[in-house]
């Protein structure tokens, strides 16, 4: 991020609930992810923020809340996310984990071999603050989020990270507060 900076102020501001003294922790990981993502202006950074939000829980939890392992173990949703039935304990073991919550052998195999780390074998690294910051940025990057962040799509962003609407509504009001945060004067898509 040449020209675009985050401070602990700012990074407690984008996210609200974060606590201070982990904000700090955070802030060079989150550094990293913004340099490896490309998130170069206030519009990108206001997306960015606002779906790392929504997806952690403003960055604090790591790993997938809910009993979801059921459902990504068997059926379309599974194939989907390249789970095997043989592989009994995928959904549960390969649940979603980071800044960007990764879900599936498929995103996890992609991302290990992305970042050099095998996430296949050792799921829990993606719930490390630097492999989640790397992660995240991976994500972003490989599926063309700056461009629809640049054209201010929630919903086109939301899409491509959720594969649905699940938390549209909190996407969006995050992403209206980030930009009010930042000055930028733009309606949230």
């Not at 995103?107 to 790397?134: F, I, K, S």
Request: negative net charge.
């Amino acid at each position: 991020m040449a020209e675009l900076r985050i401070d602990l102020e700012l990074m407690t501001k984008l996210f609200p609930s974060l606590a201070r003294e982990r904000a700090a922790v955070l802030l060079p990981h989150f550094h990293r992810a913004c340099d490896e993502a490309e998130i170069s202006t206030s519009l990108r950074l206001a997306h960015f923020a606002a779906q790392l939000g929504h997806e952690s829980n403003d960055l604090r939890w790591m790993e997938e809340r809910g009993n979801y392992c059921v459902n990504y173990d068997t059926g379309r949703l599974a194939t989907r996310l390249g789970n095997t039935p043989e592989a009994d304990g995928d959904g549960c073991e390969l649940r979603g984990r980071g800044w960007i919550q990764i879900t599936g052998a498929a995103n996890y195999e992609a991302a290990g071999a992305a970042l050099g780390v095998d996430l296949v074998a050792n799921p829990e690294l993606a719930a490390t603050p630097d492999v989640a910051a790397r992660v995240a940025a991976w994500y972003w990057r490989t599926r063309g989020l700056n461009a629809l962040a640049d054209r201010n799509d929630v919903l086109g962003i939301t899409l491509r990270i959720n594969g649905g609407r699940n938390g549209l509504e909190d996407r969006q009001r995050r992403t209206s507060r980030n930009l009010s945060i930042l000055g930028v004067q733009e309606a949230v898509a």
